[in-house]
T-cell receptor
Framework: AQSVTQLGSHVSVSEGALVLLRCNYS??????LFWYVQYPNQGLQLLLK??????LVKGINGFEAEFKKSETSFHLTKPSAHMSDAAEYFC????????????FGKGTRLHILP | DVKVTQSSRYLVKRTGEKVFLECVQD?????MFWYRQDPGLGLRLIYF???????EKGDIPEGYSVSREKKERFSLILESASTSQTSMYLC??????????????FGDGTRLSIL
């Protein structure tokens, strides 16, 4: 069965510092991968997605993620954190078999320190 | 842009009541989903639907039912609300396309409190 693990339910970084949010998945074949962001009192918004092709994916708001098959990872990064990045971030896996469902990680809340 | 609209942002109901949560999407998407979100548990899938009048159980369907009479509308029903169903409920939709690599589009959520 597919699963998604996000390391760290809370991550704090200083404004201007590197943001790194970790996501590992388990799958017998490379799945489709997504990162979503949830701002307070809102639904989830797509940040970026990996399907096939280039392993470095660029998303909105300066975020990017790298698919590493050998490490079964899809970590999210941003070179310089901004106060507006404070939110909860979810990694999700979509198997290629349509009979399976999209699986979300438990989320990582990102805190930005002034 | 895709718009997924949930009828209420906040809702307060009493134990034993029958509760309806409504969701409408405006992009002719085939697939629709209902999740509940609780601190530390992430998103858990309650029910989903691949087409009109079709429904599939998710991971936690107990105590819930759904209705999809029209393509754009997907309703979640709490048959007899209990305090354990106090949660944030999120609706999502997604087009049915080859490869299944389309992301889900979410509504803003309904925060439901059962007293």
């Amino acid at each position: 069965a597919q699963s998604v693990t996000q390391l760290g339910s809370h991550v704090s970084v200083s404004e201007g510092a590197l943001v790194l949010l970790r996501c590992n998945y388990s799958s017998s074949v490379p799945p489709y991968l997504f990162w979503y962001v949830q701002y307070p009192n809102q639904g989830l918004q797509l940040l970026l997605k990996y399907t096939t092709g280039a392993t470095l994916v660029k998303g909105i708001n300066g975020f990017e993620a790298e698919f590493k098959k050998s490490e079964t990872s899809f970590h999210l990064t941003k070179p310089s954190a901004h106060m507006s990045d404070a939110a909860e971030y979810f990694c999700a896996v979509s198997p290629m078999n349509r009979d399976d469902k999209i699986i979300f990680g438990k989320g990582t809340r990102l805190h930005i320190l002034p | 842009d895709v718009k997924v609209t949930q009828s209420s942002r906040y809702l307060v109901k009493r134990t034993g009541e029958k509760v309806f949560l409504e969701c409408v999407q405006d992009m002719d998407h085939e697939n629709m989903f209902w999740y509940r979100q609780d601190p530390g548990l992430g998103l858990r899938l309650i029910y989903f639907s691949y087409d009109v009048k079709m429904k599939e159980k998710g991971d936690i369907p107990e105590g819930y039912s759904v209705s999809r009479e029209k393509k754009e509308r997907f309703s979640l029903i709490l048959e007899s609300a209990s305090t354990s169903q106090t949660s944030m409920y999120l609706c999502a939709s997604r087009p049915e396309m080859q490869g299944d690599n389309q992301p889900q589009h979410f509504g803003d959520g309904t925060r439901l409190s059962i007293l």
